[in-house]
């Protein structure tokens, strides 16, 4: 497990991810059975979503009476969440639980009751008119408060929270991010519709969350844009199928061995996320990074500043012989340069390596700008 930390440094719940393809959750159908059958080709899955309350459960049983939808049935959600919980013991995916709560409190309860081993994932997704009228899914993107009390009550228990929510149904998913990640949220799981990666890149460039790209990504190509616009990990529900999935987990090892950063951003100047910023060169000239600063509220010199600082005692320190004196301010390798180039051949440092630099510089910025 060890390696697949050095390869793509992901960390959930104090536990490795083995790879950043997941499931996502489908009501009446992902269950600890679904997971463990994928189990080979996953590094997490989010299993449900469950009903826990007494609003959220006559709901799903009025949306399986007299249809063909599927929705998980019981009497008791607790007892439920612990049989699927444990039968997961011994699989090393990182599991998360899918939840539809109407209030706080009933979160708070399960937590109680089930503890921290896994992600409480707070379903903000559902559209179906019963459960938004019991007051869960979609309700709390048009009732944002009430989705930050829920997670608030999730933090005061100290487990891992996610949100999972669909993009274009609140007013501003800028502003929803940022009011998550200051109410305690650890992750964003963002079902993107048909928007594409540039309201990804919104959401990024407005929270240091770890974010899940969800819908519609069962190619390398598309999953290789979600992660280089800013998604950690990405999810597949309706097409999580073994031979899908096990074709992602493939392709993104093999591009993380290749490359050392298996989700580095395109530089600013060609769409990339405020992650960039660990490409970009000092501002001399017109371009992007002068209204990325304005945005973000960094003054030039404290940019300057903290580039450097965020270097010191570090291989990126050097450079004697590159456009402004240090590692810090040049380009992805992708972008051919032979001052860098022959700076980095001296040193002794790998092209991978010297990506990996760079995401640890990127680490470091994101602190910087998201304090
Ligand atoms: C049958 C079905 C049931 C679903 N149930 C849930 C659910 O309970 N909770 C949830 O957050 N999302 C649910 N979803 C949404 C999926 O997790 C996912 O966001 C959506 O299908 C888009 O991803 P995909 O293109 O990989 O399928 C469901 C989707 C389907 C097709
Ligand atoms: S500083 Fe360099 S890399 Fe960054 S946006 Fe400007 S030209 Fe592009
Ligand atoms: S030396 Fe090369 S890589 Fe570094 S900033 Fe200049 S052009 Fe970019």
Known sequence: MMHAFERFGLLINDRIVRTPVGIASMAGIVDASYVLERAGNIGF???GGYSIDAPTMAA???????????????????QELKTQIAKMEE????????????SPESFRSLAKAIGDSVIYEIDAHCRQPAMVAAGCGEYYLKNPGGLVDAVRAL???GVTVSVKFRVGVTGDDR?????????????LHVDLMDAGSAKLRQIRNSCPLMIIANNSITTFDRMREMLSHGADLVSLARQSDERTLAGLDAAITRFADEEGWYNAPKQLCRGGDIRALTFCCMPVKECPLIPTLARIGMPRDDYIRMKLESVQGTPLEQGSQTCFGSLAWCCKISSPCMFRNMTLKQAGISAKEYMHLKRELSETIMSRVFP
């Open 155 to 157: 933090k005061e228990e």
């Open 60 to 78: 799903a049983r009025s949306l399986s009476a007299g249809s063909d939808r599927k929705e998980f049935l019981y009497e008791n959600p607790v």
């Open 45 to 47: 899955a989010f299993i």
């Open 91 to 102: 699989s090393n995916v990182i599991l998360g639980i899918n939840l539809r709560g109407s």
């Open 175 to 187: 502003e929803l991010a940022v009011a998550l990640w200051k109410a305690g949220a650890d992750i």
